[in-house]
């Protein structure tokens, strides 16, 4: 639903009154919607910085080990 967007949410921090569908003035957007809405955006932003560090954490650690490995074949391998 649209309502639940990034986009909406950040407008609803924005404006003092809603819009219906035909651009006509709706209802006002009360503050305790404005604040569930910054709520809303400041918990889907560290949810989002939470899996970035994740995912980047994880790359490193396959980085250091496709290293590691690669020093112990040089180290231990076979030469021909």
Do not use: I, W
Not at 3 to 12: A, I
Not at 24 to 38: G, N, S, Y
Not at 54 to 62: K, M, P, Y
């Amino acid at each position: 639903m649209h309502t639940k967007s990034n986009r909406y949410l950040q407008q609803t921090q924005r404006v003092a009154v809603r819009v219906n569908l035909d651009g006509t003035p709706a209802q006002p957007v009360l503050d305790e919607h404005r604040t569930r809405a910054a709520e809303v955006l400041r918990e889907r932003h560290k949810k989002k910085a939470a899996e970035q560090k994740a995912t980047r954490e994880a790359e490193q650690a396959e980085r250091r080990l496709k290293d590691k490995l690669g020093q112990l074949a040089e180290k231990f391998g076979r030469s021909r």
